[in-house]
């Protein structure tokens, strides 16, 4: 049976995965074409596999290009104000799982951009990938 995971996501530990499906949900009541929409769309493409074939031929299933993210994220840094900080919590905490498990380097350098600045738009410290992992493995 076909997984709605990508391969590379169900081969990471669980909490990676855990990380990147709770960023795949938008923020209640912000317009369609709000940056973060951007990020959640980049997000599904590069972790989720559509229900159908036919949506990824027609261009139909979260089309995204990895150029506008970085974009997207400093516009959201820059009014992270407006947002749940829960909300933006879930989205750079999926940005690092993808950045740091992500198996096509080109993906993953983009989405560790993007996460070190949402987490530099909050004031937090950008953690390294054995703190991630540290985090949530445990090891």
């Known amino acids: 049976m076909p997984s709605i995971l990508k391969q590379w996501v169900e081969r ?3 909490r990676y995965q855990g990380a990147i499906l709770t960023g ?3 923020c209640d009541g912000h317009v369609k074409e ?3 929409k951007i990020i959640i769309h980049g997000i599904r493409n590069v972790s989720l596999n559509p229900a159908t074939p036919e949506s990824l031929m027609t261009g ?3 089309p995204f290009d990895l150029a506008d993210l970085l974009p997207a994220a400093r516009e ?13 919590v879930h989205l750079y905490q999926a940005l690092e799982s ?15 951009e ?18 991630c992992h540290a985090r949530l493995v445990g090891q």
């Open 12 to 14: 990471l530990p669980i």
């Open 24 to 26: 795949i949900r938008g």
């Open 34 to 36: 709000d940056a973060s």
């Open 60 to 62: 139909g299933f979260m």
């Open 76 to 88: 959201l840094g820059d009014n992270c104000d407006e947002y749940p900080l829960h909300f933006i």
């Open 98 to 112: 993808i950045a740091y498990g992500c198996p096509d380097k080109a993906v993953a350098i983009v989405f560790e």
């Open 114 to 131: 993007a996460y070190k600045m949402l987490v530099k738009a909050i004031n937090l410290n950008v953690e390294t990938r054995e703190e």
